[in-house]
C-alpha cells in the first residue's frame, strides 16, 4: 500500500470596499471553480475539493475565503505537476494570498505561500506575478 498525502489550504481575495465589485470577483471565482472538472476526471484538481461561502454574513465578512483540501496516493512525487495546476487555477481567479499545506508520511510537512507581488491578483494580468515560499517540518515519524 502507497502512503497518502493529505493537501489542504486557502485562497483569500481582498477586502473590497464596494460591493458590486466584491460581488463580481466571488461569481467569477465561483464560476472558475465550477469548471474544474469533477469525479474521476481529475488527477490532482478537482471541484469537490474547493468550498467558498457566497453570501455575505454567512462566513464571508469582507474578504472571500476559498478552501480546499483533498487526500491523495503518495501525491509528492508529482508535487510539480499538483503545483502547476494549482497555479494556472490562481492566474484565472481574483486573489491576495494562497497557502498550501502538503502533510505526507514518509516527508513530513511542507508549506507553500504564494503572495501577489502588488496585493492582489487579477485574471485580467494574465501570469502570475508572485513572491512564492516553501516551509518545511521535520519528519513526523521521528
Known amino acids: ?3 497518502e498525502s493529505i493537501v489542504y489550504g486557502c485562497i483569500r481575495d481582498w477586502p473590497a470596499s464596494d460591493t458590486a465589485e466584491a460581488r463580481m470577483r466571488r461569481t467569477l471565482n465561483a464560476r472558475e471553480l465550477a469548471a474544474l472538472p469533477s469525479g ?4 490532482f484538481l478537482g471541484r469537490e475539493m474547493f468550498s467558498c461561502c ?3 454574513g454567512d462566513g464571508l465578512y469582507m474578504t472571500q475565503v476559498i478552501h480546499f483540501g483533498a ?10 505537476l499538483w503545483v502547476e495546476q494549482f497555479e494556472a487555477l490562481l492566474t484565472r481567479l481574483y486573489w491576495s ?7 505526507t508520511e514518509l516527508n513530513g510537512m511542507h508549506t507553500f505561500r504564494w503572495e501577489s507581488e502588488q496585493g492582489f491578483h487579477s485574471p485580467r494580468e494574465g501570469g502570475l506575478r ?13
Open 97 to 103: 494570498s494562497a497557502v498550501v499545506h502538503l502533510e
Open 1 to 3: 500500500m502507497e502512503s
Open 40 to 43: 474521476d476526471a481529475w488527477p
Open 130 to 142: 508572485v513572491r512564492c515560499a516553501w516551509e518545511r517540518e521535520g519528519n513526523l515519524r521521528g
Open 71 to 80: 487526500s491523495y496516493r503518495a501525491v509528492e512525487y508529482e508535487w510539480s
Open 54 to 56: 457566497d453570501i455575505a
